[in-house]
């Protein structure tokens, strides 16, 4: 249904800088939007980054986190809710499944240091620089 959308506006954009990174954040929101993926914010600083996902009836046992080239990934499943025997749905708008969020990250992260918390359906995920990607001033010698 979106595709073609996307593949009309890959061919009218094709000269303009970062094509594909402006179509993976577009398919990323668009997907948010429909509940295939959990709505995150990203911020940070020099020291840090933090990425906060909503994920409302998600125990924290069933989110998987994990970091690698630079991209954070977020998955696991929300279950359904178990309805009695005689119930149905009248209205359904809260999805469940297996979700997936990617998230790149501006700079390499020590993984060793990373804290995630869940907190009232709101996981937040807070990533420390590595040392070895901070920025180094060097002195310059003269004679």
């Known amino acids: 249904m979106f595709w073609p959308i996307f593949e009309a506006l890959t061919k009218e954009l094709e000269s303009h800088g970062d094509l594909n990174r402006w179509q993976e954040d577009l398919e990323e929101r668009v997907r948010s939007q429909f509940g295939l993926q959990p709505p995150v914010n990203v911020y940070g600083n020099d020291a840090q980054v933090v990425v906060t996902a909503e994920l409302p009836g998600v125990a924290a046992e069933d989110i998987h986190i994990g970091v690698e080239n630079r ?5 696991g499943e ?3 809710p178990e309805l009695g025997e005689e119930d149905a749905y009248l209205k359904q708008e809260r999805s469940h499944g297996k979700f997936e ?3 790149r990250l501006p700079f390499d992260v020590d993984v060793d240091k990373i804290v995630a918390r869940q907190v009232q359906g709101v996981l937040t995920v807070t990533l420390p620089r590595a040392e070895s990607s901070k920025p180094h001033n060097i002195n310059v010698e003269s004679d």
Do not use: F, P, S
């Open 101 to 103: 969020r990617k998230v």
């Open 78 to 80: 929300r279950m359904a």
């Open 71 to 75: 991209v954070l990934t977020l998955d």
